[in-house]
């Protein structure tokens, strides 16, 4: 994203949002890890929360790539466009 920046730094808020976002995945995943770690037998409730937590966190990841992608497209259309 530092890319990003150097071609469109009035994108500041939007880079920044971004990797907010990243570290959010990070923790996430990182208490589903937990979550699974200290499931000592098989629960099938749990492990069905935990699902549902997945199939959520890909769906903002998907939503995620979507918008880095069209600010990536925004910044540099922009910058090779001549603004």
């Known amino acids: 994203m530092s890319d990003?920046?150097?071609?469109?730094?009035?994108k500041k808020s939007k880079v920044s949002e971004l990797k907010a976002e990243h570290r959010q995945f990070s923790k996430s995943l990182e208490e589903?890890?937990?979550?699974l770690?200290?499931?000592h037998?098989?629960?099938?409730?749990?492990?069905e929360q935990i699902r549902i937590r997945l199939?959520?966190?890909i769906?903002?990841?998907?939503q995620h790539e979507e918008e880095q992608?069209?600010?990536?497209?925004?910044a540099y259309s922009c910058?090779?466009?001549g603004g």
């Open 4 to 10: 990003v920046l150097s071609v469109a730094p009035e």
């Open 32 to 35: 589903i890890m937990n979550a």
């Open 37 to 39: 770690i200290v499931m």
């Open 41 to 47: 037998k098989k629960d099938p409730d749990k492990l």
């Open 55 to 57: 199939d959520e966190i």
């Open 59 to 62: 769906i903002t990841i998907r």
């Open 69 to 74: 992608h069209c600010l990536l497209q925004r």
């Open 79 to 81: 910058e090779y466009a």
